[in-house]
T-cell receptor, first 114, second 115 residues
Framework: SAVISQKPSRDICQRGTSLTIQCQVD?????MFWYRQQPGQSLTLIAT?????????ESGFVIDKFPISRPNLTFSTLTVSNMSPEDSSIYLC???????????FGPGTRLLVL | AQTVTQSQPEMSVQEAETVTLSCTYD???????LFWYKQPPSRQMILVIR??????QNATENRFSVNFQKAAKSFSLKISDSQLGDAAMYFC????????????FGQGTRLTINP
């Protein structure tokens, strides 16, 4: 498995502001993903973070709202822009080391928007 | 598009007993992976067990085993000798072999262990 860390672990933010979440892996990985888990809900994929190119977004998620960077094979950031209370969720980073392997998750970032 | 359905929002079991969580899925692919993840109150997603669709043998990990019925598109999780630490949300997930490698999750089942 991979050791994955996320920063911050939690935050309380005011509406209209932006928050950048970092995901760091202890080894190079093939793929990195960002998921959102709204309160009491399952996980929904936001986007696949591609190294050196633009992220691939799922239906209902756009780059202006959730810009993603992946400058190398061990690090990615997700920004939640112009936040509203509806963005209050847990945001999880996950990785796959190679195409045959299981997807492992970071500890998540719990975000509350007031 | 693939879908995953968990029809049991909540389940409870007595400590040391056995419980089975249900999961069905829909796909047109012939090769894929299926997973069960556990999410305790800490919110960390923990892999419980994984099944490759091309394998007929059901996966087993200690007290956790699956009943994989490919034709019926069913993938249930059996927890034997339930322990208090098993209390958590359990999510069934599907991942295709081709393409984006993304996981599609079911709605989750909240498992309570009664002492």
């Amino acid at each position: 498995s991979a050791v994955i860390s996320q920063k911050p672990s939690r935050d309380i933010c005011q509406r209209g502001t932006s928050l950048t979440i970092q995901c760091q892996v202890d080894s190079q990985v093939t793929m990195m993903f960002w998921y959102r888990q709204q309160p009491g809900q399952s996980l929904t994929l936001i986007a696949t973070a591609n190294q050196g190119s633009e992220a691939t977004y799922e239906s209902g998620f756009v780059i202006d709202k959730f810009p993603i960077s992946r400058p190398n094979l061990t690090f990615s950031t997700l920004t939640v822009s112009n936040m509203s209370p509806e963005d209050s969720s847990i945001y999880l980073c996950s990785v796959v080391r190679d195409y045959q392997e299981t997807q492992y998750f970071g500890p998540g970032t719990r975000l509350l928007v007031l | 598009a693939q879908t995953v359905t968990q029809s049991q929002p909540e389940m409870s079991v007595q400590e040391a007993e056995t419980v089975t969580l249900s999961c069905t899925y829909d796909t047109s692919e012939s090769d894929y992976y299926l997973f069960w993840y556990k999410q305790p109150p800490s919110r960390q997603m923990i892999l419980v067990i994984r099944q490759e669709a091309y394998k007929q043998q059901n996966a087993t990990e200690n007290r956790f085993s699956v009943n994989f019925q490919k034709a019926a598109k069913s993938f249930s999780l059996k927890i034997s000798d339930s322990q208090l630490g098993d209390a958590a949300m359990y999510f069934c997930a599907y991942r295709g072999i081709q393409g984006a490698q993304k996981l599609v999750f079911g709605q989750g089942t909240r498992l309570t262990i009664n002492p």
